[in-house]
């Protein structure tokens, strides 16, 4: 079993900043990547960033020069650095990885993190 937990989420006034982490636990081998994303209420739920096992990361292009997504690999964590928020950027915000696990690629999501900007 596999578990994603994330934190970081809250309230923050437009311009302000926020730090979701989120951590897997669990029986696995190996982390391919992870990422967020997120859906705001009644619109799609839409990739923020990604990162793969190496480093190399994606961004969606309205976030791209204000959030930074890391993972510390030795932590099995993954962290999205959110700057300039916006109030259109209020949303849940989900935490994904795709890991192997029994020797099978498994895809699983967290909770999902509420990030309300204010205007």
């Known amino acids: 079993q596999v578990r994603l937990v994330e934190s970081g989420g809250g309230l923050v006034q437009a311009g302000g900043s926020l730090r979701l982490s989120c951590a897997a636990s669990?029986?696995?081998?190996?982390?391919?990547?992870m990422a967020w994303y997120r859906q705001a209420p009644g619109k799609q739920r839409e990739l923020v960033a990604g990162?793969?096992?190496?480093?190399?990361?994606n961004y969606a292009d309205s976030v791209k020069g204000r959030f930074t997504i890391s993972r510390d690999n030795a932590k099995d964590t993954v962290y999205l650095q959110m700057n300039s928020l916006q109030p259109e950027e209020t949303a849940v915000y989900y935490c994904?990885?795709?890991?192997?696990?029994?020797?099978?690629?498994?895809?699983?999501w967290g909770q999902g993190a509420q990030v309300t900007v204010s205007s």
């Open positions: 990162i793969i096992r190496s480093g190399n990361t």
């Open positions: 669990g029986t696995f081998s190996s982390i391919n990547a």
């Open positions: 994904n990885t795709d890991l192997v696990a029994v020797g099978v690629r498994q895809i699983y």
